[in-house]
């Protein structure tokens, strides 16, 4: 079946560090692709998404670009902030159903220090 | 706050117990969802439903989990005969029919001691 996996972590930077998350999925269809990020106390919020091959997804200086050769979506920001500081969940969705089914891989909790 | 809410936002019960977990997605939203997230794991999906209609069950919805959406608002999950094993973060989600993007609440966690 489909999956997604993730680099463990923690990942831990000093503020103003390049960040990459490394995301390779499985999947036997054509997935949207997707970052969520949960911080400490709050639900997971949706930070980027790419639909389709070659997409690049951005949003609060964060990037990925969904790669189909390597069936990745590595997810990078040039200079991370200490309010970076959260767990990132890269995840794949299975429209198959007619719905957005979202696969989840395990997480990967950063932490960014002054 | 118009984003989806879920009730109780914690709950430590006995095992045996049953419990009832309450979720109010965004009130536009159509499509609710429901996730089971362990420590140190990324959520797993339970169920969705369409409106009122429950559409697709995960095989980790055992015969103790039921699921409800009456009248396609609100949706309750509900665990009898709690174990210990069922000790998670229960998440709850939304989304609207043309985007698809979810939209998730804080989750209720569940202590079975």
């Known amino acids: 079946g489909d999956s997604v996996t993730q680099m463990e972590g923690p990942v831990t930077l000093s503020e103003e560090a390049f960040l990459t998350i490394n995301c390779t999925y499985t999947a036997t269809g054509y997935p949207s692709l997707f970052w969520y990020v949960q911080y400490p106390g709050e639900g997971l919020q949706l930070l980027l998404k790419a639909t389709k091959a070659d997409d690049k997804g951005s949003n609060k200086g964060f990037e990925a670009t969904y790669r189909k050769e390597t069936t990745s979506f590595h997810l990078e920001k040039g200079s991370v902030q200490v309010s970076d500081s959260a767990v990132y969940f890269c995840a794949l969705g299975d429209f198959s159903g007619g719905y957005n089914k979202l696969i989840f891989g395990a997480g990967t909790r950063l932490a960014v220090h002054p | 706050d118009t984003g989806v809410s879920q009730n109780p936002r914690h709950k430590i019960t006995k095992r045996g117990q049953n419990v009832t977990f309450r979720c109010d997605p965004i009130?536009?939203?159509?499509?609710l969802y429901w996730y089971r997230q362990t420590l140190g794991q990324g959520p797993e999906f339970l169920t969705y439903?369409?409106?009122?209609?429950?559409?697709?069950k995960s095989r980790l919805l055992s015969d103790r989990f039921s699921a409800e959406r009456p009248k396609g608002s609100f949706s309750t999950l509900e665990i009898q005969r709690t174990e210990q094993g069922d000790s998670a973060m229960y998440l709850c989600?939304?989304?609207?029919?043309?985007?698809?993007?979810?939209?998730f609440g804080e989750g209720s966690r569940l202590t079975v001691l």
């Open positions: 439903f369409q409106n009122e209609a429950q559409l697709e």
């Open positions: 009130s536009e939203h159509n499509r």
């Open positions: 989600a939304s989304s609207p029919p043309v985007t698809g993007e979810l939209f």
